[in-house]
């Protein structure tokens, strides 16, 4: 049987966030909450190979109490089981202390119901670090395939797993044993449109919380805040681009636009060798 | 739960907007299981209006409203016309008195915010909410209404009343032949609005409001529409101001006129802009309004059937009652819903006590007193473009005539009425208007 765990967010909708000019802070009042959209493909991946192979899909989210819809909406798109850590010791905490937990939560699923693939989202579009899904997998001492875009091949009784990960410039296709972590770009999987008792189902689901207590324990000092080495100095906005030239074909004509055009490209530096053209 | 089980319910509400979360809420303080099924990702987000509610509908189906904290914008303590001409208005607004008297009748309202927590309200008193999901049709047995069909896999929902509060896009009504005809474009107004926001302190001063609790409804008419048959508004919220423009949507299209120029023109008036001089545009929407009223009711029940608000056309577009019809038809029908479970008969004649609930309630005697408004606007095009006009003229006349004999001011007066309109005829007009108001 396969089982597979996804980390997941609950984050603000970045694409209704404001910047508040002056102190250059988010304004996260009145902004909807969403499932972290990178997080949504990967559980739509858990859960497709978990159809194909038969088995479970276990999420996992440490955050406050209304980050309770979020696992609903995991539980519609079919997975099984969502676990809630959620106490007021956890919050404040970086990346650093978030994967700490989080490790330590999925050891204890691993414990009792051993799992084949860790999922993680490639980053949280609010903070966009991609360093929890690392972070757990090194305190667990798993392999780690990042940036994922496709599973090829999940074989549970040789125990490897096929994963394509996609870097700058190609793919790249790893072989690696089970039980590994991967963190999920959108590609992985497409999120499917549950069905009706699917939806009504996740719709009265109430899932486990877990706190700092019970049903394990934490080291006290490497939770929330006490356990964050990363300190914020400042935050700011990026400089807006300037406006893009315009090249009207009213002015040089379709044949002018295009060279013009040719030309530009052709002189931003290492261009043309990239391309593999001569000037 | 069983993922497997069979899902049934007492009711089902088509549509969680203000008609559908009131009867929701009704049907379940009655004792019913109700299903709400609504398309958006959460009740709210697909919902829009100019808008202002009025308070004795809410009270209506929440008597404790105060208490439940609703998310409202201002109270409507000043509220009238502008009548404006290509450069000047002439404003006939009433406050203070009855309109500043506890309750106050009416509240500015973003419905974003309201339809999610009335929603809310409705999910207290026991009501279960389906978001996210688009019923599509109905589930018949022997020819009766027994359930909806949604878009999704394994998609059927059943219970005994289906409670349609679709909307104007009435297409579920349509299917089953209540509707006669589609939404009609001389008597559907498409309104398009933007949300301009102000600091609170700028609102209060370029108003003229006391303090955040005051705040201004107006119904705008003349150069708004172009003299095309509609109106223009302006609501203020407590940091934003409300500022649309609607026109049937047969008359844009004969003046070629694209709505969101209208709103532009509209926003850039002389008398207007500096209202809203130096805002951030927040949203921007439209919405069909069916202001057809009751020329263009559909029948309201069939077996296992009710039909309440937009979807039913139940608009007063000369009264800017809409949400109010909405939600108190949402209740009727969820009390025709309960006494059906009661009698258990859902057929037809079951459920035609909906009906005589309506007729009861200012609801169907307004809808059948102003029935032939959308036909006076018809036939009379140019009501719009002359009077507002006429009144700026003539007002602006008369406050100026200064050293002038003011019998010949009286005939210039005059005469700017009969050069845009033969004097008959305008007394025609006005008696035309009149009676189409009274209802005769």
């Known amino acids: 049987m396969f089982h597979a765990l996804v980390s997941i967010k609950q984050v603000p909708d970045t694409t209704n966030i404001r910047i508040d000019p002056e102190t250059n802070n988010l304004i996260r009042q009145g902004v909807p909450t969403i499932l972290n959209p990178y997080d949504a493909h990967a559980v739509a991946a858990a859960v497709e190979w978990k159809r194909k192979l038969g088995g479970k899909v276990t999420i996992i989210t440490m955050g406050p109490p209304a980050a309770v819809t979020s696992l609903r909406e995991c539980i519609e798109m079919g997975a099984d089981r969502a676990i809630l850590i959620s106490a007021r010791q956890f919050a404040g905490a970086d990346t650093w202390a978030t994967s700490y937990v989080l490790a330590e939560v999925v050891k204890a699923v691993h414990e009792k119901d051993p799992i084949d693939l860790v999922f993680f989202g490639k980053q949280a579009i609010d903070g966009d670090t991609a360093q929890v899904g690392p972070g757990v997998a090194v305190r667990m001492d798993l392999p780690v395939v990042s940036y994922a875009v496709k599973i090829r091949e999940v074989n549970l009784e040789e125990r490897y797993v096929i994963i394509e990960r996609k870097t700058e410039s190609r793919n790249e296709v790893i072989k690696t044993s089970l039980p590994t972590a991967l963190t999920c770009e959108k590609d992985i999987a497409e999120i499917p449109y549950a069905s009706l008792p699917d939806l009504v189902y996740s719709l009265r689901y109430e899932p486990e919380v877990w706190t700092a207590e019970s049903p394990i324990t934490f080291e006290p000092a490497l939770l929330g805040l006490k356990g964050s080495p990363t300190t914020v100095f400042k935050t700011g906005t990026p400089e807006k681009h300037a406006a893009g030239e315009v090249i009207k074909t009213a002015e040089l004509g379709v044949d002018g636009v295009v060279k013009a055009a040719l030309d530009k490209i052709l002189g931003v530096e290492g261009m043309a060798s990239m391309l593999g053209v001569q000037k | ?440």
Request: hydrophobic share 45%; glycine share 10%.
């Open chain 2, 1 to 440: 739960m069983d993922k497997n089980e069979k899902l049934e319910f007492d009711v089902i509400v088509v549509g969680a907007g203000l008609s559908g979360s009131a009867a929701a809420a009704i049907a379940a303080r009655g004792g019913l299981k109700v299903a709400i099924v609504e398309r958006g990702q959460n009740p709210g987000s697909k919902n829009y209006f100019g808008g202002a509610l009025y308070t004795h509908s809410l009270l209506e189906i929440y008597p404790d409203l105060w208490d439940r904290k609703p998310p409202l914008e201002r109270p409507v303590t000043e509220t009238g016309f502008w009548f404006l001409s290509k450069d000047g208005m002439v404003k006939t607004t009433v406050q203070g008195g009855k309109v500043n008297s506890q309750p106050i009748d009416a509240y500015v309202a973003l419905r974003a915010k309201f339809d999610a927590w009335w929603a809310e309200q409705a999910q207290k008193e026991g009501a279960f909410i389906i978001p996210k999901t688009l019923v599509v049709d109905f589930i018949r047995e022997n020819g009766k209404v027994v359930g909806v069909k949604t878009d999704r896999a394994q998609g059927e929902i059943y219970a005994p009343v289906v409670i349609i509060t679709e909307g104007v896009n009435n297409l579920l009504t349509q299917k089953l032949g209540l509707a006669k005809h589609d939404i009609q474009g001389d008597s559907a107004a498409l309104a398009v609005k933007q949300l301009i926001s102000l600091p609170a302190a700028t609102i209060n001063a370029r108003f003229g409001l006391t303090d955040n609790d005051h705040g201004v409804a107006m119904s705008v008419m003349g150069d708004v529409s172009m003299g095309l048959p509609g109106l223009g508004f302006m609501y203020t919220g407590v940091d934003c101001v409300s500022v649309g423009v609607g026109v049937t949507l047969e008359a844009l299209r004969e003046a070629h006129i694209k709505p969101y120029e209208l709103l532009q023109r509209y926003m850039n008036h002389p008398m207007i802009a500096p209202l809203l001089a130096g805002g951030r545009l927040m949203e921007y929407g439209a919405h069909i309004i069916p202001e057809g009223g009751w020329k263009d009711m559909p029948q309201l029940f069939t077996d296992g059937v009710l039909v309440a608000g937009d979807a039913a056309s139940m608009v007063n577009a000369l009264h800017w009652e809409g949400t109010n019809m909405a939600i108190v038809a949402g209740k009727c029908a969820a009390e025709t819903a309960i006494e059906a479970h009661q009698k258990k008969d859902f057929s037809a004649q079951g459920l035609s006590s909906y009906r005589a609930r309506l007729d009861q309630r200012f609801i169907m005697k307004d809808l059948h007193q102003y029935r032939n408004l959308s036909h006076f606007l018809k036939t009379h095009p140019d009501f719009m473009a002359i009077y507002p006009t006429f009144l700026n003229d003539a007002l602006g006349m008369f406050f100026t005539g200064f050293g002038k004999p003011k019998g010949q001011l009286y005939k210039d007066i005059l005469k700017s009425l009969t050069n845009r309109r033969p004097l008959l005829k305008a007394v025609g007009d006005i008696v035309a208007f009149g009676r189409t108001i009274i209802g005769i």
